[in-house]
């Protein structure tokens, strides 16, 4: 099995900045791409950003210019800078990535558990 751990959020005011954290741990072969997904009360979970194991990445309009996608191969962890934070982007943050495990033939997506982001004064 596959585990991923976001770590990381908490309550920050608007205009303050938070760094989540999410390692994978398991019988993995290889990550492919990686991403952070939000999901606020009462509305659908979004796209956040992606990334894919070349580190190319792809961003939601909303966050673009003030959150980074990032992740460091060695340690299988994916990381989200988020900057300029706002009120708006209060919601539990999910992140996924597709691995394929060691001795498998497919690749599939697992997700954390979440972590809650709170902006507010």
């Known amino acids: 099995q596959v585990q991923l751990v976001e770590s990381g959020g908490g309550l920050v005011q608007p205009g303050g900045s938070l760094r989540l954290s999410c390692a994978a741990s398991?019988?993995?072969?290889?990550?492919?791409?990686m991403g952070w997904y939000r999901q606020a009360p009462g509305k659908q979970r979004e796209l956040v950003a992606t990334?894919?194991?070349?580190?190319?990445?792809t961003y939601a309009h909303s966050v673009k210019g003030r959150f980074t996608i990032s992740r460091d191969n060695a340690k299988n962890t994916v990381y989200l800078q988020m900057n300029s934070l706002k009120p708006e982007d209060t919601a539990v943050y999910y992140c996924?990535?597709?691995?394929?495990?060691?001795?498998?033939?497919?690749?599939?997506?697992?997700w954390g558990q979440g972590t809650q982001v709170t902006v507010s004064s």
């Open positions: 990334i894919t194991s070349g580190s190319t990445t």
């Open positions: 398991g019988r993995i072969f290889s990550i492919y791409t």
């Open positions: 996924t990535a597709d691995v394929k495990r060691v001795g498998a033939t497919t690749i599939l997506s697992y």
